[in-house]
């Protein structure tokens, strides 16, 4: 681990594969088309699927990350996110989160930083009843660019009244891991959403989480 953990004073939580699952259910439905011959791993490429599915503006910015296109992604996503329509369906939460939070919650200011438009945001935190927890929300269109520039992070610092080099960026993508560098935060990536360890770390993690409950061992 190469966490300075005396610098951390603030939590900041992407939110699509970090602190909202997948929907399971979809990933064993479409299990069946990603044979074993085809895919080395066809539980993780079904599973990535459903998440392009559920999460298109971070799937498309992580696109982005790997074409060296951030402008170009960016401006397709802030258009999408104007001109999303929200569903009322139901999202899911990683296990564990909420109890993870209720004890994080008082030790360390925590904001959201999602790319997801603002009513997903609140509609998800709202289901779950997690919205207590954040001293900010800063969402896809809250901050002139969205991740994978700095810009959410250096908002939430600033409503949590923090230093951007006092946060951890927690997030599933090397969006969220290039956003939190960027913004001279320390950077914590997650197994549970999009990402794979080898990409996270090559994008500079300074830790790599099998979930993000795994968190409440580092701070302990």
């Keep these: 681990m190469s966490l300075d953990l005396s610098r951390i004073k603030a939590l900041c939580f992407d939110v699509d594969g970090t602190l909202s699952d997948t929907d399971e259910l979809y990933v064993r439905n479409v299990l069946p088309f990603f044979p074993r011959f085809l ?3 066809s539980a993780r490429a079904a599973r990535r699927l459903i ?3 559920e999460a298109p503006g971070n799937a498309l910015l992580g696109l982005a990350d790997t074409l060296g296109i951030d402008d170009e992604m960016v401006a397709v996503v802030n258009w999408l996110s104007r001109r999303h329509r929200y569903s009322s369906k139901k999202f899911l939460l990683i296990p564990g989160v909420d109890g993870m939070l209720a004890q994080l919650s008082g030790r360390y200011p925590m904001a959201v930083v999602s790319a997801r438009d ?4 609140m509609a998800f935190l709202e289901q779950f009843d997690l919205a207590k927890y954040f001293d900010a929300v800063v969402t896809g269109l809250s901050a002139k660019h969205t991740k994978p520039y700095p810009d959410p992070i250096l ?3 600033q409503k949590m009244n923090v230093a951007p080099e006092a946060c951890l960026m927690i997030g599933d993508t090397t969006v969220d891991i290039r956003a939190g560098k960027s913004a001279g ?3 914590a990536g997650v197994l549970c959403g999009f990402g794979e360890e080898p990409e996270l770390k090559k994008m500079g993690a ?3 989480l099998q979930d993000t409950t795994k968190l409440l061992d580092v701070l302990k």
């Design 39 to 41: 895919f080395k791993d």
């Design 51 to 53: 998440m392009w599915i």
């Design 118 to 121: 603002e009513n997903g945001t």
């Design 155 to 157: 908002l939430a610092a």
């Design 185 to 187: 935060a320390q950077t």
């Design 206 to 208: 300074d830790l790599i």
